[in-house]
């Protein structure tokens, strides 16, 4: 034979085995080799839908749910590992709740010389209950504070709705804040609540909070550096003098807030003298709040042009 190449006949998925025959012209073998060639046909990856032992597909932090496929020879794979991890046999355990819509894909991927396939499953990540996030739990009366759970779906209430009543709100500045928010009534202090009910159970977070009444330059119902903090002038177009009296810190630290609770600026002064203050911000009304160690004075602050 002096050709090196031939052409085979049809091949079948799978493994194939290739032998050499010499033939005459009546089809009679007249050779046989005893090499043979072995040949393996793949197909691209048929892959298979993804179910899940609940429906919707969710699991709770530090819960576990088991998925499943018919397909074989896979890995199953996820999208994000700081929320959920799966192993080898498809059981998704919960790590933490991740960023809105609260969900990971879950994939199962068939890899072959020919390529890959893969499914997908969408699981919600639940927390049977996360704390209220709020900027103050001390608001003024006629104020409000966003508050934020990171566990959706629940309701928000107040214990007190005369004190502090809750809504939706929307806050001034540029972007504006928007949200539920506490709004403070009448001096007080109510509970707030966030109730709801998720594949982890049901859940409940609670936070107090305190309105006080900041009519006048000092605000009661608040301990006060010995009672002689001065904010000056009041109102003013930003530019103002702090006077922290105390006869126990030689520093305070200052945290200005808009309406809404936001924090505009934060800063140290030193007691027992005048420091001057110079901010940019939008015109309207800020509350001030000077502390040291277990001592607190807050004052309402307007900014005109």
């Given at each position: 034979m002096s050709s090196s190449t031939f052409t085979t006949g049809t091949l079948l998925t799978g493994v194939n085995t290739i032998s050499c025959l010499l033939t005459n012209a009546a089809g009679d073998t007249i050779y046989a080799t005893s090499d043979t060639l072995t040949i393996t046909v793949d197909t691209l990856p048929a892959n298979a839908p993804i179910t899940a032992a609940t429906t919707p597909a969710a699991v709770c932090v530090g819960g576990t749910l088991s998925l499943s496929t018919t397909a074989t020879g896979g890995v199953w794979e996820t999208n994000n590992t700081t929320a959920v991890s799966v192993s080898g046999t498809g059981v998704v355990t919960g790590l933490s709740v991740p960023p809105p819509p609260g969900r990971v894909n879950v994939y199962y991927v068939m890899t072959n010389s020919c390529g890959s396939d893969s499914s997908r499953i969408r699981v919600n990540v639940n927390s049977p209950a996360s704390p209220?996030?709020?900027?103050?739990?001390?608001?003024?009366?006629?104020?409000?504070?966003?508050?934020?759970?990171?566990?959706?779906?629940?309701?928000?209430?107040?214990?007190?709705?005369?004190?502090?009543?809750?809504?939706?709100?929307?806050?001034?500045?540029?972007?504006?804040?928007?949200?539920?928010?506490?709004?403070?009534?009448?001096?007080?202090?109510?509970?707030?609540?966030?109730?709801?009910?998720?594949?982890?159970?049901?859940?409940?977070?609670?936070?107090?909070?305190?309105?006080?009444?900041?009519?006048?330059?000092?605000?009661?119902?608040?301990?006060?550096?010995?009672?002689?903090?001065?904010?000056?002038?009041?109102?003013?177009?930003?530019?103002?003098?702090?006077?922290?009296?105390?006869?126990?810190?030689?520093?305070?630290?200052?945290?200005?807030?808009?309406?809404?609770?936001?924090?505009?600026?934060?800063?140290?002064?030193?007691t027992n003298q005048e420091s001057s203050v110079n901010l940019n911000i939008p015109t309207g009304v800020y509350f001030i709040t000077i502390s040291a160690g277990e001592e607190k004075y807050t004052t309402k602050m307007v900014i005109m042009e």
């Open positions: 209220i996030g709020i900027s103050a739990t001390t608001i003024c009366i006629d104020s409000a504070v966003i508050i934020t759970d990171s566990t959706t779906g629940g309701t928000w209430s107040s214990s007190d709705s005369t004190v502090g009543s809750v809504g939706f709100h929307i806050g001034g500045g540029f972007p504006p804040s928007f949200g539920e928010a506490i709004t403070g009534n009448t001096a007080g202090t109510t509970t707030i609540t966030y109730t709801g009910t998720n594949s982890c159970g049901t859940y409940t977070e609670t936070i107090n909070v305190t309105v006080i009444n900041c009519g006048s330059t000092a605000v009661n119902n608040v301990a006060t550096i010995t009672n002689n903090c001065n904010v000056y002038p009041n109102p003013s177009t930003g530019s103002f003098n702090i006077v922290a009296n105390s006869n126990k810190y030689t520093q305070a630290n200052c945290t200005i807030a808009n309406m809404v609770g936001e924090k505009v600026k934060t800063f140290t002064i030193n």
